[in-house]
């Protein structure tokens, strides 16, 4: 089992819908959550992070964390074409840890 | 802020010589840094962890020796590829990460892209 694992997609959204990524992690101790966007040919860019049960909301940008079933998601709403990228889940382990433990990434495509 | 740069953005070498790539915090002090490299359609590949001051920490299977670490301050840090050959062609990424944040998040810089011929 990876530690962390995604649906490598492709991911097909409408324009305007609402984008769902989803990640579960082996660690019932990981600590930290992050997600990155990477365009092809570019490198990751930090979207978000959670640490805590619950939703975090940032913009059309949504983290959802649920420690119990060991999952982190990503929602976004009113799906636009430059959000198609590669998302990244990552997970910081435990606490102190310094590196993050990628997943494959999901690759999303928003369809005008 | 949580800006990092990195330079240069691409090169390419012969085989057997030596690359420097440079990883800078610009607007923050990094007290960690990290090495990645990615292959096309892959994900991040951890290489080493790097604090100031100090050893690198080489994930499993990376040779030291071939790629050398240097974090002579809070806001640089270098990656040496050493004799490089056709198969450490790759996109090099680092990235940096700061005890001020929260959550220890790291940012990355842009990216160099290496080409061994």
């Known amino acids: 089992q990876k530690e962390v694992e995604q649906n490598s997609g492709p991911l097909s959204v409408p324009e305007g819908a609402i984008a769902s990524l989803n990640c579960t992690y082996s660690?019932?101790?990981?600590?930290?959550f992050f997600w990155y966007r990477q365009y092809s040919g570019k490198s990751p860019e930090l979207i978000m992070f959670i640490y805590s049960n619950g939703d975090k909301e940032d913009g059309r940008f949504t983290a959802q964390l649920n420690k119990a079933s060991q999952y982190v998601s990503l929602l976004i709403r009113d799906s636009q074409p430059s959000d198609s990228a590669t998302y990244l889940c990552a997970v910081r382990r435990f606490q102190g840890a310094q590196k993050l433990v990628f997943g494959q990434g999901t690759r999303l495509t928003i369809n005008p | 802020g949580a800006v990092v740069s990195q330079h240069p953005s691409r090169v390419i070498c012969k085989s057997g010589t030596s690359v420097k790539i440079e990883c800078r915090s610009l607007?923050?002090?990094?007290?960690?840094m990290f090495w990645y490299r990615q292959f096309p359609k892959q994900s991040l590949m951890l290489m080493a962890t790097?604090?100031?001051?100090?050893?690198?920490?080489?994930e499993q299977g990376v040779e030291k020796d071939k790629f050398l670490i240097n974090h002579a301050s809070l806001t640089l840090s270098t990656l040496t590829v050493t004799s490089a050959h056709p198969e450490d062609s790759s996109f090099y990424i680092c990235?940096?990460?700061?005890?001020?944040?929260?959550?220890?998040?790291?940012?990355f810089g842009p990216g160099t892209r290496l080409t061994v011929t």
């Open positions: 990235s940096a990460t700061t005890s001020g944040g929260a959550a220890y998040e790291q940012y």
């Open positions: 790097s604090n100031e001051g100090s050893k690198a920490t080489y």
């Open positions: 660690d019932r101790g990981s600590q930290s």
């Open positions: 607007d923050f002090q990094a007290t960690t």
